[in-house]
Structure formats: C-alpha cells, structure tokens
C-alpha cells in the first residue's frame, strides 16, 4: 500500500491533516505527520520529514505532500536523501490532496495513481461560481 507523509510547519496542521485523511480511510493507509519543530515550534524538521518518509515507504511506495515555503525544500532533501524513486513529492491543496490520495490508496492504487489523485485536488471547486 502506497504511504502519506503531511509536512507542515505547523505539527497541529500535520495531525489534523493526517487525522482527516484517516477517517475517510478508517486507518487503513499509513500516514504519518510530520509537522514543527522538536522544540514544539513552527518550522520544518528535516529529520521529522525523513524519519515520517521511512515510517511509511512500503514496497508499493510514499507521497509526500506539503504546505509551502520550507516545507517543500525540507521535503525535498528528506526525499533525495531517501534515494529511493517510489517517494514522491506532489503539489497540491494539503487536505484536499491528503484526503483523495489516501482513499485512492486504501483502494489499492499504485503510485502513480495515488500520485494522479493527488494532483486533482487542484482542480477542485469548494464553490459554484
């Protein structure tokens, strides 16, 4: 089963992201937070981000999505220090992301799709214009 990773600044915003992603799985997929700092601080720990991507990296593989900022350039040491092609990093709404990515891996998608789904989440409406 293909696993999440929440990078924050933010460990509240990454638990709360992870929480909600893992109700609408019932627990099934792995997802880990990986938010603040180890003092408790807002920021982005590279080993919290490194250590979340291990935690969850199965044989099918991670996605690791982001808020901003700091966020995506601590993501993307952690993920090239993983050296491992199956993490990968997606741009997309951090919830609405965390959400569809995580239903399509308790379906049994693949990365690439887990990836795809992901990624939708930047087209969705929240309001009929």
Known sequence: MVGIVIVSHSQKLAEGVR???AMMTHGDVPIEAAGGLEDGMLGTS???VKTAIEEVCGMDGAVVLMDMGS????????????????VRLVDCPLAEGAVLAAVAAAGGAGLEEVVRQAEAARQMKKLES
Request: proline share 0%; with cysteine.
């Open 19 to 21: 929480e909600l992603a």
């Open 46 to 48: 590279f080993s919290r």
């Open 71 to 86: 966020a995506v350039m601590t993501a993307e040491l952690a993920v090239e220090e993983c050296r491992d092609d199956a």
